[in-house]
């Protein structure tokens, strides 16, 4: 009631238009400051918000940077093993390196002792084959004085069966005999074929 009394004075000593002008003024100032206030409150209000949501971010970041953490151990445990099996696969390639060059020249040994071992044998077999056309050859050329050596020798030998005993002290000289057959055959073929001779030069070798 005190505090109304000088508006009322104020109103009753200013003409009705003034005063009327003067409330308008009052009452737009109020109405100003409500809606400071609510401008303020609204901010208030809004700031609230965005520090909750501050705060929740900062809980979600901080959980984040938790779970990274934990996948930078986790990588790194990961990668830990596997440069322990990446050594250890180099250990083995090494080794699988150098069995595998011991193969290679165990493979190369092998190869070489075929190659020489095929080449004698080449060798054998030419000769072979040489010693063949050889012998048929001198079959062929010294088939007619093999036949007539072989009858001399049966016109000379004595008369009568060969003996079947002998008595203590004495040697049976057959096999002696018929190598003396053999190399006078051989002789005789030799005088009459110069491939007889190369035969006997042959088997000699």
């Known amino acids: 009631m005190a505090a109304a009394q000088p508006r009322l004075c104020v109103k009753q000593a200013m003409p009705p ?27 208030e209000a809004s700031d609230v918000e965005k520090k909750t ?8 970041d901080t ?6 953490v934990t996948n930078i151990k986790s990588l790194t445990t990961d990668i830990d093993q596997l440069a322990k ?12 390196e150098k069995q595998s060059a011991e193969l290679s020249n165990n493979r190369k040994a092998e190869t070489a002792a075929y190659m020489e071992a095929k080449e004698a044998d080449d060798q054998a077999f030419a000769l072979l084959q040489q010693a063949t056309m050889v012998i048929t050859d001198w079959y062929g050329a010294t088939h007619t004085s ?26 049976y000289d057959g096999a002696k005999q018929s190598g003396n057959a053999i190399s006078a055959v051989m002789k005789e073929g030799g005088s009459g074929s ?9 088997l000699r070798k």
């Open 17 to 43: 238009r003034t005063a009327v002008c003067w409330l308008s003024q009052q009452g737009l100032a109020f109405t100003k400051i409500d809606e400071m206030i609510k401008v303020l409150d609204d901010e």
């Open 53 to 60: 949501q501050c705060e929740t971010d900062l809980a979600s």
């Open 63 to 68: 959980q984040d940077k938790a779970d990274i």
């Open 85 to 96: 099996e990446i050594s250890d696969k180099k250990v083995e390639i090494a080794e699988t």
């Open 146 to 171: 093999l036949l007539q050596v072989t009858a001399r020798h049966k016109h000379s030998e004595p008369a009568g069966a060969p003996e079947t005993s002998w008595g203590a002290g004495e040697q």
């Open 194 to 202: 110069g491939q007889g001779h190369g035969l006997c030069e042959a």
